[in-house]
């Protein structure tokens, strides 16, 4: 029966009873699973409450005459009240402690077969206070623990949910029954017989009328839906009868529309021929201006400007005057008359003669002229007239707002320049003014590039000196630094040599008696203390000195060592306080206080000579990043570079100044090498530590910072300055411009570094913060550009 149910439900799955019936199943379901879990949920926290009443009662009780059992020590009743707790179901585990808190315990525990803890069940834990008489003081004599059994919670519980299942089955079983019920009846038999009506609905069928088998008088939403079904079939029915009519008024017009077709394309015929012969004359007037504003030179331009006019207008002399630099005349750049070339030549702007200068001086579009004032104008030198020009018109060459010539145009024929032919020409000195003006500003660049090309040389020696100017500028500034450096090592030196040569007397004088009166083992245990100080170790202050000296002084006086103070100052100095236990035979010797004097005499030797090695390194690399830093190749050449040895070259020569109270971070990630010029480079980093220093007064945090952006290099570096104030930010690279005091800056430095990055192809950019310090971002394109 299930099956066949199931059967129908997926057969009629489209149907709205179904659905519904789905709907209602599936809200029942929900609605059931709420109601189960909320009532679970509180059958459990009622029991579970109820049980942790139940333990909180058996504490009460056994609290007040357990403690006078364990404070009798009565082991009977003890036992009476654990035996009495396991009865009790919920208990799952009893747990008496006898004893007070720190002191010797005993503990008695009773536990329930299966109970392994307590889980989510509640637990009780007592403490056991007893006062043996009124006012006496109150004695903590024990503790009782008492612990739940889960499994009777879930025990319980399992009962209430099968009740709690039963009872919400059952009745969403019955509101689902219902709302279906309600629903068949009152919703999905009219729907039906709705949906039956408007499947078997025809257009001759539009009179007959939907009703419904129901009680008159109602006015919900299927009575509504019936109303709007009738009115919707009559308003079909009158659209129908006016779609007929509009029909046979359609076909009436459709008559009428085929003749006028007919008329109008013959009309259409005739236009399309005229049109043809347009479109050739706008086709060539495209070509003009595709040829002319392709060409930068002037004269090929006007050639190809009279050929094309010759093409398309009656022709006879042309002519390009091209307004002079000078401002002040008009020359013509090409002038052809009945097939004759004219020379150069010029009209100065003064001479009002001329219709050109006219043209030129004029407001107007063009200007068009007939043959008795093309007489009263001058002929161009060279040039014969051989008959009289009858038209001429002449048409400014306006580019970017601007006159800058001026083109004839001249026919042997009278009225030969209509409006067809007027258009023509618009449009072609329109493109020529486009192209001369091309053609003019690329001569002048030209003329203008060679010039450049020999100041930009110039411009690169004077910049190449003023880079190394700068660079020998701060160099300067670093010599009292670097020669302070240098005189550091070499003081290191000049102690070590005194401290190696007292050391080698006191060795001379004594070694040979030391090694007489030690045996083998004593001799290659005195060797090992010697080597000792050669190990590589950690520097020690002063006060770490002293601490390990007392510490060992202490461990040396414990093992009844003599002048346990000396020897532990002597066995700190080499090295050797944490191998204590190997010297012991040296230290228990009867000459052990010489025995060390000469170890230590010997190990000063060897010390000493690694101190001088040290510093003898360190004037070398002081001296190395000297050179390279003062190094200046105006012939160098991009090469790839690690900017980390830039940077640290630059950094050893101001170690001086950031001795005295710099902090110095460097955070340095992994950056491929960059194709650059490392000298200029180096003169970036120069000038910009040298201002962060600067900035902070030589007090303050410097970090440098390199790392990969995508692909380029940045390099940055900040201070913990004052900043720089917005109002100065826009001017800070700008040429001789400085905030230093007069002697201190020459305002160069930041400029000189734009230019460097700029010729790297990079950039430089910069944040600053008022009270908050200033960082300079440097970016450089990784491989070759």
């Given at each position: ?269 005739s236009a399309n021929q005229a049109l043809g012969k347009s479109a050739d004359v706008l086709r060539e007037v495209g070509n003009v201006g595709m040829e002319l504003t392709t060409s930068l030179d002037m004269h090929a331009i006007c050639v190809a400007l009279h050929q094309h006019q010759r093409r398309l207008l009656p022709l006879d002399g042309f002519g390009v005057a091209m307004l002079a630099p000078s401002g002040d005349r008009l020359d013509f750049v090409y002038y052809v008359e009945d097939e004759m070339l004219a020379p150069s030549s010029s009209l100065m702007l003064t001479d009002l003669r001329w219709l050109t200068v006219r043209t030129f001086l004029s407001e107007a579009e063009m200007m068009v002229a007939d043959e008795q004032e093309s007489s009263q104008s001058p002929t161009p030198e060279g040039v014969v007239a051989q008959a009289p020009m009858r038209s001429v018109t002449l048409w400014p060459l306006v580019a970017n707002g601007k006159r800058i010539g001026v083109v004839i145009s001249q026919s042997h024929q009278a009225m030969a320049y209509q409006a067809r032919e007027l258009e023509i020409l618009r449009s072609t000195v329109a493109y020529a003014a486009i192209a001369l003006a091309n053609a003019s500003a690329y001569a002048a660049v030209e003329a203008a590039r060679g010039e450049a090309a020999h100041a930009l040389e110039e411009l690169r020696q004077a910049q190449g000196q003023l880079v190394q100017s700068e660079k020998m500028a ?312």
């Amino acid at each position: 029966m299930k099956r066949g149910l199931l059967r129908s439900l997926l057969k009629h799955r489209e149907s709205l009873g179904t659905r519904m019936v789905l709907a209602t199943l599936a809200f029942c379901l929900i609605f059931t699973l709420l109601a189960v879990a909320a009532q679970t949920w509180s059958a459990w926290r009622t029991r579970h409450a109820a049980m942790q009443a139940e333990i909180e009662l058996i504490a009460q009780v056994y609290q007040s005459t357990l403690r006078k059992a364990v404070w009798d020590m009565d082991r009977e009743a003890i036992q009476a009240h654990l035996s009495s707790a396991a009865s009790v179901q919920s208990i799952g585990h009893a747990e008496l402690t006898l004893g007070a808190s720190g002191s010797h315990t005993e503990r008695l525990e009773f536990t329930r077969p299966g109970w392994i803890g307590p889980g989510r069940a509640p637990q009780r834990q007592v403490p056991l206070i007893y006062q043996a008489y009124a006012g006496g003081r109150q004695e903590v004599v024990g503790e009782l623990l008492l612990a739940g059994d889960e499994r009777q919670l879930w025990a319980s519980l399992r009962e209430a949910v099968r009740a709690i299942v039963l009872t919400q089955l059952v009745q969403s079983l019955l509101l689902a029954g219902f709302i279906m019920l309600m629903f068949s009846r009152l919703v999905t038999v009219h729907v039906r017989r709705i949906a039956m009506h408007l499947a078997r609905m025809r257009p001759e069928e539009l009179g007959e009328r939907l009703s419904l088998a129901r009680r008159a008088g109602r006015s919900d939403e299927l009575t509504m839906l019936v109303s709007g079904i009738n009115h919707l079939q009559d308003r079909l029915s009158e659209y129908l009868q006016q779609k007929r009519r509009y029909e046979e008024e359609l076909a009436t017009h459709r008559d009428r529309l085929a003749e006028l077709v007919r008329e109008r394309t013959a009309e259409l015929s005739s236009a399309n021929q005229a049109l043809g012969k347009s479109a050739d004359v706008l086709r060539e007037v495209g070509n003009v201006g595709m040829e002319l504003t392709t060409s930068l030179d002037m004269h090929a331009i006007c050639v190809a400007l009279h050929q094309h006019q010759r093409r398309l207008l009656p022709l006879d002399g042309f002519g390009v005057a091209m307004l002079a630099p000078s401002g002040d005349r008009l020359d013509f750049v090409y002038y052809v008359e009945d097939e004759m070339l004219a020379p150069s030549s010029s009209l100065m702007l003064t001479d009002l003669r001329w219709l050109t200068v006219r043209t030129f001086l004029s407001e107007a579009e063009m200007m068009v002229a007939d043959e008795q004032e093309s007489s009263q104008s001058p002929t161009p030198e060279g040039v014969v007239a051989q008959a009289p020009m009858r038209s001429v018109t002449l048409w400014p060459l306006v580019a970017n707002g601007k006159r800058i010539g001026v083109v004839i145009s001249q026919s042997h024929q009278a009225m030969a320049y209509q409006a067809r032919e007027l258009e023509i020409l618009r449009s072609t000195v329109a493109y020529a003014a486009i192209a001369l003006a091309n053609a003019s500003a690329y001569a002048a660049v030209e003329a203008a590039r060679g010039e450049a090309a020999h100041a930009l040389e110039e411009l690169r020696q004077a910049q190449g000196q003023l880079v190394q100017s700068e660079k020998m500028a701060a160099l300067g500034q670093l010599v009292a630094g670097v020669a302070h450096e240098i005189n550091t090592p070499i003081a290191a030196v000049k102690s070590s040599g005194r401290n190696i040569a007292d050391a080698l007397r006191h060795t001379l004088e004594h070694l040979p008696t030391v090694l007489q009166l030690l045996d083998g083992p004593q001799r290659d245990c005195f060797s090992r203390l010697i080597g000792q100080v050669l190990e590589p170790a950690a520097l020690l202050s002063s006060s770490e000195e002293r601490r390990l000296t007392r510490l060992l002084a202490a461990q040396l006086e414990a093992a009844g060592v003599a002048e346990a103070r000396h020897k532990a100052a002597l066995l700190v100095q080499m090295r050797a306080q944490q191998r204590l236990d190997d010297y012991l035979p040296l230290l228990m010797h009867a000459q052990s206080r010489l025995i060390l004097d000469t170890a230590h005499s010997t190990a000063t030797i060897a010390s000493n000579t690694e101190n001088i090695n040290l510093a003898v390194d360190r004037v070398a690399k002081i001296i190395f990043a000297l050179k390279s830093y003062s190094r200046f190749d105006r012939d160098a050449e991009f090469a790839e570079a690690d900017l980390r040895d830039g940077i640290e070259t630059v950094l050893t020569i101001y170690q001086s100044k950031l001795r005295g109270g710099i902090e110095l971070q460097r955070e340095y990630g992994e950056v491929p090498p960059v194709w650059c010029l490392p000298d200029e480079l180096n003169q970036v980093w120069t000038n910009l530590i040298h201002n962060a220093l600067q900035a902070m007064q030589y007090k303050g945090r410097l970090r440098i910072a390199l790392a990969r952006q995508g692909e380029e290099a940045l390099v940055s570096i900040s201070d913990s300055g004052p900043g720089i104030p917005p109002e100065l930010m826009k001017r800070i690279f700008e040429p001789f411009f400085t905030t230093k005091p007069a002697g201190e800056g020459s305002g160069l430095g930041l400029d000189i570094v734009s230019k460097i990055v700029a010729k790297h192809h990079g950039r430089i950019e910069v944040r600053s913060e008022p009270g908050m310090g200033s960082c300079f971002m440097v970016f450089l394109p990784l491989g070759q550009a």
